[in-house]
């Protein structure tokens, strides 16, 4: 089976080397089976006509049945059109052709019935199709199909007469040879559980549907085979990791409740008390610990992975608690800092800028086991550094970190692994983190501290400017900070978008009086951690900035983030970046400024964010918006390369793939169950290099 589809696209009848090497470089499919898996993205219902008089311009396409009374050829050179007069019984609109000319001249014949199909688009009175598909009625008659699919192609293999209708042709020649290997690769037992239909006929209805139903059915049972076999592959590494993983056991927590009841400066949510025991629980379990905790910007994660490192610490064991940042790790430092020295717990930080002498000192402490908290940047994971004991490592904003890091991280310690909590500020959807990291155990805050004022959010156009000014001058008086952010560092010739430097000197001209930072990514780091520096000190007033700020330090003092050209950003961008206000106890503000020409969905992102400040279901919009690839980079992740499923409507088709493969795992971890061996065997299929991210969180 397996060698029919591994066999090059090149044997295929109408293909050759040439045109192979093409759809290699445009598709990506170098194989019988890629290419069967190059799913139609819609289907054109060629059931229905119309006529002419009834047209309208929310039609997508249309199909007519009419005749060309005569042509007509207008412009000159590049600007050279065909027009065919095209006529039905109700009326008269226009075939136009800005290429091929002399060929439909040659094979379209006026007075002749054709069947005609396009987009209508209207101009003036009139419609017209734009480079229609065209065939003689006769042609037509004997095609009963409902749905015609459409497949994606490119500008360049267009050229070489490999467009949706030609892919159309060759798919169906493929499948006529592939039915006969096609072996189903689901348990009898899932697909009777489930309603799937057979893998044969999927293949079949992906690509030419009889019905909708038919059709239905073949993308239900091909989402949820593609779904149900990445939840299994993740499980199955997660059970291999718990299994082969032993963790160190905590049981102790006198020092995190002294913690709590004695020195505590505030009260907790209850979605941090929730986390706190579920980490509790993993640390009692025996089994190392691989957690990710998710919560909204100013939800509180730090505390938490504070009071869990009390309990780490409580064991005799050490803590390392590693930032993005060199700024973050001091502030992180300074904040973790108040809370250890009354406990008598000693913390230290340790960065690139770190000298010589503090780092041999935090050396003998780490060996000694003094030091209990060390907090830092990616210093922590240089090979010198050494722990007498390491128990638990936080890594803050881990999509800041590549796997490589990480893993330094968790070969600290030589005895055991320690346990991994895993923090980020950037609310991902549930289905997302499920497919992400379903190898992962996930916790969410998902409530804001109490008290915590929500940000005022409001949606401005270039012309408001003066408004604007004025708002921001108000809230300097009251003795707050202002950061403003801009999408882009030098003008730029081909996007018409206010730049970094242009604003920068007409903030400077408009408040002459103010002191003002500047920040980004073609800074020095040193240079940008000097003017964070000043700005968190309220040395200045307002911070000029691109994205670099969105992981940044705590300015408690800053009140008011203005956004610049805000179509240009992301919604959890946009969302990542007002969270750096808000942080202190007075009413915050958030002005996304834009032009006045925004696309339909920078409107809808706008508007989500002024209606919405919860960081979920932002996150879910933005799912749907852009789709899993572009959230957080998660492109490089294996666990992303659907092909059929999307995670943004197939929710419930993951769930219920997703309890499948525990449930099968759980009576069968191995899958030596005669009716799973065409699991296993699938699954060792699959390439051997796929590495096991549940190893390193």
């Not at 239909?197 to 038919?214: M, N």
């Not at 992400?436 to 409001?458: A, C, E, F, M, V």
């Not at 560092?489 to 103010?514: H, V």
């Not at 942080?583 to 339909?600: A, D, I, K, N, P």
């Amino acid at each position: 089976m397996a060698s029919f589809f591994h066999k090059p696209i090149e044997y295929l009848k109408g293909i050759g080397p040439e045109k192979a090497a093409l759809i290699n470089k445009e598709l990506g499919y170098f194989n019988f089976g890629n290419l069967l898996q190059h799913y139609p993205f819609r289907y054109e219902d060629r059931t229905s006509f119309h006529k002419i008089s009834l047209l309208t311009d929310e039609l997508n396409n249309a199909q007519i049945i009419g005749k060309i009374t005569h042509f007509e050829t207008i412009g000159e050179g590049r600007k050279r059109r065909l027009i065919g007069k095209f006529q039905d019984e109700t009326g008269e609109m226009d075939l136009i052709w800005f290429q091929g000319i002399k060929w439909i001249i040659q094979k379209i014949k006026p007075g002749i019935a054709y069947i005609v199909f396009g987009k209508p688009s209207r101009y003036g009175q009139r419609f017209n199709l734009s480079h229609p598909e065209i065939e003689p009625l006769g042609n037509n008659s004997g095609n009963k199909q409902f749905l015609h699919p459409v497949y994606h192609s490119s500008e360049k293999l267009k050229k070489r007469f490999l467009d949706s209708k030609a892919l159309s042709k060759i798919i169906k020649l493929l499948l006529a040879e592939a039915i006969p290997h096609i072996e189903d690769n689901l348990p009898l037992s899932i697909k009777k559980q489930f309603s799937l239909v057979e893998k044969k006929f999927s293949l079949i209805h992906i690509h030419f549907p009889k019905d909708r139903i038919s059709l239905k059915k073949a993308q239900y049972r091909l989402k949820f085979e593609e779904l149900f076999f990445i939840q299994l592959r993740l499980i199955t590494l997660k059970l291999a990791r718990i299994d082969k993983f032993k963790g160190i056991i905590f049981k102790n927590s006198e020092l995190l409740k002294n913690f709590y009841h004695a020195h505590l400066p505030f009260s907790l949510t209850i979605a941090q008390k929730r986390v706190i025991k579920e980490i509790y629980a993993d640390f009692r379990s025996g089994k190392q610990m691989n957690r990710l905790v998710q919560g909204d910007v100013g939800s509180g994660k730090t505390i938490v992975a504070f009071m869990c490192m009390l309990i780490a610490v409580g064991n005799h064991t050490q803590c390392a608690f590693m930032a993005p940042t060199e700024i973050l790790a001091e502030q992180h430092y300074h904040g973790l800092k108040e809370f250890a020295d009354p406990l008598g717990i000693k913390t230290a930080c340790l960065t690139g800028s770190s000298k010589k002498t503090e780092r041999s000192s935090i050396q003998e402490e780490l060996n000694s086991g003094e030091l209990k908290i060390l907090i830092g940047t990616h210093a922590l994971i240089e090979e010198k550094v050494k722990f007498k004991n390491l128990g638990l490592a936080v890594i803050d904003e881990q999509h800041r970190f590549g796997v490589a890091q990480r893993a330094q991280l968790w070969n600290k310690n030589k005895t055991y692994y320690p346990h991994i909590l895993v923090m980020t500020a950037t609310p991902i959807p549930r289905t997302l983190a499920m497919t992400l990291y379903g190898d992962l155990d996930i916790s969410t805050i998902d409530q804001l501290p109490i008290g915590r004022k929500p940000i005022i959010t409001r949606h401005m156009r270039d012309a408001q400017r003066i408004q604007l000014f004025s708002l921001i001058e108000k809230e300097i008086e009251k003795g707050r900070q202002v950061y403003i952010v801009y999408p882009l560092i030098e003008e730029s010739a081909t996007m018409d978008y206010k730049d970094l430097m242009d604003g920068y000197e007409s903030i400077a001209r408009r408040f002459p009086q103010l002191h003002l930072s500047i920040c980004h990514g073609k800074m020095k780091s040193k240079n940008k951690d000097y003017e964070m520096r000043r700005f968190a000190k309220g040395e200045t007033n307002i911070m000029v900035a691109t994205t670099v700020i969105e992981v940044g330090v705590d300015v408690p003092n800053a009140s008011v983030m203005v956004i610049e050209s805000a179509e240009r950003f992301g919604l959890s961008q946009l969302h990542q970046l007002r969270g750096r206000v808000g942080r202190g106890s007075e009413q915050s503000y958030c002005f996304l400024v834009t032009g006045m020409r925004l696309t339909s969905e920078a409107k809808a992102r706008i508007q989500t964010l002024v209606s919405s400040n919860d960081g979920f279901k932002i996150a879910e919009t933005d799912l749907k918006l852009r789709g899993p690839g572009d959230l957080m980079g998660t492109q490089q992740s294996g666990a992303l390369d659907l092909i059929i499923s999307d995670l943004a409507t197939d929710g419930e088709i993951l769930k219920l793939a997703r309890n499948a493969a525990t449930d099968l795992l759980k009576k069968d971890p191995l899958l030596h169950a005669p009716e799973n061996q065409i699991l296993k065997n699938h699954i060792n299929s699959f390439n051997k290099n796929v590495v096991n991210w549940s190893k390193i969180s």
